[in-house]
């Protein structure tokens, strides 16, 4: 049995071709170059380390369970961040959506967290309240397909069928709302 031999030089879809083959080193090598392409481009959406090597590990486990579906005469980067804008749309919808229900939830407490004279314990806000307030300043119908998406868990498909919006026009609207609502949250970190 001959080794394959992995250099520096080999490209991404020369090394899942040959993991595709079942080199364990070539296969090693990917994951590792493949984590090395996508660090910077999520660290451009997520705040801090931990965070991004989190959202890693989930578009390397996604990566490792579709590698059979890989077409090796078709460049190896384009299918990668596809896989990785899945991810980040998912690790995004889940902190979203987790943030609205903890500021919803801090609301039924607001009695208790209040000091015996009235005045808050506190004089900083929390940040999914933050967030559910940004929100609130969003034009009326974005604010809805937010409150959808992530507070309610549905699909676009799902929202864009309940407001009798095109499937289009609700991704577009998300997609203006994120980006208004990150650079908010950007400023304010």
């Known amino acids: 049995m001959t080794r394959s031999m992995v250099t520096e ?83 995004l919808r889940k902190v979203y959506r987790d943030n609205l229900r903890g500021a919803a939830d801090l609301a039924d407490f607001e009695e208790t967290i209040a000091a015996p004279g009235g005045e808050h314990v506190t004089e900083s806000s929390d940040q999914g309240e933050y967030i559910k307030e940004a929100v609130a300043q969003l034009p009326q119908k974005q604010a809805m397909i937010l409150k959808l998406m992530y507070e309610d868990g549905l699909t676009a498909a799902e929202t864009a069928k309940r407001l009798g919006m ?22 304010a970190a």
Not at 22 to 34: F, P
Not at 167 to 184: F, Q, W
């Open 166 to 187: 095109g499937l289009s026009a609700v991704k577009v609207a998300a997609h203006r709302a994120y980006k208004v609502l990150r650079k908010k949250l950007t400023a």
């Open 9 to 91: 030089t080999d490209s991404p879809e020369a090394l899942m071709r040959q993991a595709q083959a079942g080199d364990a080193r070539a296969y090693q090598a990917l994951l590792r170059l493949s984590a090395q392409l996508l660090r910077p481009f999520l660290g451009k959406f997520l705040r801090g380390a931990n965070e991004v090597d989190d959202v890693i590990q989930e578009i390397l486990l996604s990566l490792h369970r579709a590698r059979h579906t890989y077409d090796g005469m078709r460049p190896f980067k384009p299918w990668l961040f596809a896989i990785a804008r899945f991810r980040l749309k998912d690790h």
